[in-house]
């Protein structure tokens, strides 16, 4: 499972509003609140005020493995244009852990000035 939080703190609280993406690997037998420190992987956005977090999955590049696709609506190429807003995909299977940042996509996509 794949849940996104667009206007939480990146890895180590900060940036402010970088943004996350949690992976949780396996079922949920979960009942009640779960706190996403439990997720397996972690993906936060590369600066403040990203938003990273808008989340989808699917076979992206055809290899029959779906694919972490993350969107972040107000990240700037290298910091121009202003809010020009990037989408990362991470090539799967997703089976690491710990923290990864948006930086470390196999692709972004973004809007040209």
Known sequence: MALGARTAEGAGGSPSAAGETYVFFG???????????????TFYGIAGSDFAGK????????????????????AELGGNPASSGETYIFFGPING??????GNANVTF????
């Not at 079922?27 to 992987?41: E, H, L, M, P, R």
């Open 55 to 74: 989340v989808t999955a699917g076979d992206m590049n055809s290899d029959g493995v779906d694919d972490l696709v993350v969107g972040a609506p107000a």
């Open 110 to 113: 973004y809007t040209a000035s």
């Open 27 to 41: 079922s949920i037998n979960a009942t009640g609140q779960v706190n996403t420190s439990y997720a397996n992987v």
């Open 97 to 102: 852990s710990g923290n990864v940042s948006a």
